[in-house]
Every structure is written in structure tokens, then in C-alpha cells.
């Protein structure tokens, strides 16, 4: 089955300023398990990070860019998105063996407005109840 365009997630280039060097180097190490993290580093008092996720799932890459300092402490963001990267066209999530209460990032599903709403938590959460590529459950990279 080819994949449409408009069904493969897309691919997100964060660029953000934290407030210190040391900060920067933190906010890398903390985000960097996310499963929807491709790369995560720290430059100086920068932070890039590439991100693949399902379109229905970026109000969470969006936030950072209009509120930066309370989504993930930087002074400032930049999202960035690519409808059809190509190469890698495609990353599927990190989820790891052993799925703790809270996400990798130490974010609690369960304490988020959007859960079981929105959003079906984090895929490597023992709180995560769907599936991570579709909302509705439908993985559109099937090819049955």
C-alpha cells in the first residue's frame, strides 16, 4: 500500500533560546527519551529537536512555539514543519520495554486536560490507552 501524503505524520524542527547554557543542556536530557524524538541536542544556549509525529498529535510541538517558557523553558521557539520529509520519510515511536506512571519527560498523563479527550497520553506511559500513529486507532501505515 503507498503511503498518501496527507496520512504520514509529519516531521517538526524545533528551535528554541534557553536561558543559560546549563538550562539548554538540561532541557535536551529531559526531552530527549520523548518516542516522538528523532534528535535532541543542545548548542550553546540553544536547543534543537527533530520531532515525527501524527498531525492530530503537534497541539503539543505548537504550544511550545506560542508558550516556550511553560511548555519546556526557553526563552524563545521556532516550530517548523515538513509535510513530506525526505529521509528519513518516516520514524516510528520509541516506546521503551518497561512503561512507568509518567512519561519519560516526567509528564502525568493523568493530570493533563487533554487526556483521554484529545489525546491518548504518552506511548511510553503505563497511562497510554490508543495508538500512537491515528486517533481514531487506525494505523495508516498498514498495508493490510
Given amino acids: 500500500m503507498e503511503r498518501k501524503v496527507d496520512e504520514r505524520p509529519r ?14 543542556r538540561r532541557i535536551a536530557e529531559v526531552y530527549a527519551p520523548c518516542p516522538f524524538v528523532y534528535f535532541m541536542g543542545a548548542f550553546g544556549r540553544m536547543v534543537v529537536g527533530v520531532f515525527f ?30 509535510e513530506s520529509p525526505a ?14 506512571e509518567r512519561s519519560p519527560c516526567g509528564a502525568n498523563c493523568a493530570e493533563c486536560l487533554r487526556y483521554l479527550k484529545e489525546c491518548p497520553g504518552c506511548p511510553a506511559s503505563s497511562r497510554f490507552r490508543g495508538d500512537f500513529l491515528s486517533q481514531e486507532g487506525e494505523n495508516p501505515f498498514s498495508t493490510n
Fill in 11 to 24: 516531521c517538526y524542527l524545533l528551535v528554541g533560546e534557553a536561558p543559560t547554557e546549563e538550562a539548554a
Fill in 87 to 100: 529521509f528519513p520519510s518516516y520514524m516510528e515511536p520509541r516506546v521503551p520495554e518497561a512503561k512507568g
Fill in 53 to 82: 509525529m501524527p498531525r492530530w498529535r503537534d497541539w503539543w510541538l505548537l504550544a511550545i512555539s506560542e508558550n516556550p517558557e511553560v511548555t519546556l523553558g526557553l526563552k524563545k521557539a521556532a516550530v517548523y514543519v515538513s
